[in-house]
């Protein structure tokens, strides 16, 4: 079945410090990839998105790295500072198939980041 | 402009109770989407409207959950009678309309149900 899971659960980093965390998933049939970040008592915010015909998106201070042949999203963060600290998702869509609308999301990872 | 609102943030029901959750989508949004996170778990789709009409109700676990929404606007998600699995907090999520999934979906804050 389909399934997004992450690497780590949980990343510490320095303010300044570059991030990085990982996601894997399993459905080949999947073509639109998502990150959200998530902040306490609110609910997931997009931060950048990429299609499967891409490796590579970047965005204000992230970059998404998509890895077809292994089934892996990276979602980088240059200097990350004490405001980046959340739970980040990585999501995965079958844009083209019936369910379209459905994300199917990863368990998520807590980023902290220390002054 | 307004961002997806949920309401209520919070409820709290003793097992066999009925809930109903209220969404409501940014203006002009006819795709609702309906999203819940349990304990320990990752968040799991349950279902998509186009305007009134449900495109994929795949993600709804049984037919204690139902899902409306009537006019295209708002939608309401019931759950009747509650168990004590179905706590956690549901997010209701919306979308521009394409055809396709390759519009961003905008996440309200959530509904954190507690059943007792």
């Known amino acids: 079945g389909e399934s997004v899971g992450l690497h780590l659960p949980t990343l510490s980093v320095q303010e300044g410090d570059n991030s990085i965390i990982n996601c894997a998933y399993s459905n080949s049939a999947s073509d639109y990839f998502i990150w959200y970040k998530q902040e306490s008592g609110k609910g997931p915010q997009f931060i950048i998105d990429i299609r499967s015909n891409m490796d590579k998106r970047q965005g204000q201070r992230v970059t998404v790295l998509l890895n077809k042949t292994v089934k892996h999203l990276s979602l980088q963060i240059a200097a990350t500072q004490p405001g980046d600290s959340a739970v980040y998702f990585c999501?995965?869509?079958?844009?083209?198939?019936?369910?379209?609308?459905?994300?199917?999301f990863g368990q998520g990872t807590i980023l902290t980041v220390h002054p | 402009e307004a961002g997806v609102t949920q309401f209520p943030s919070h409820s709290v029901i003793e097992k066999g109770q009925t809930v109903t959750l209220r969404c409501d989508p940014i203006s002009g949004h006819d795709n609702l989407y309906w999203y819940r996170r349990v304990m320990g778990k990752e968040i799991k789709f349950l279902l998509h409207f186009v305007k009134e009409s449900k495109q994929d109700e795949s993600g709804m676990p049984n037919n204690r959950f139902l899902a409306e929404r009537t006019g295209g606007t708002y939608s309401t998600l019931k759950v009747q009678p509650a168990e004590l699995e179905d706590s956690g907090v549901y997010f209701c999520a919306s979308s521009q309309d394409s055809g396709t999934g390759l519009y961003e979906q905008y996440f309200g804050p959530g509904t954190r149900l507690t059943v007792t």
């Open positions: 999501a995965e869509n079958n844009a083209g198939g019936t369910s379209y609308g459905k994300l199917t």
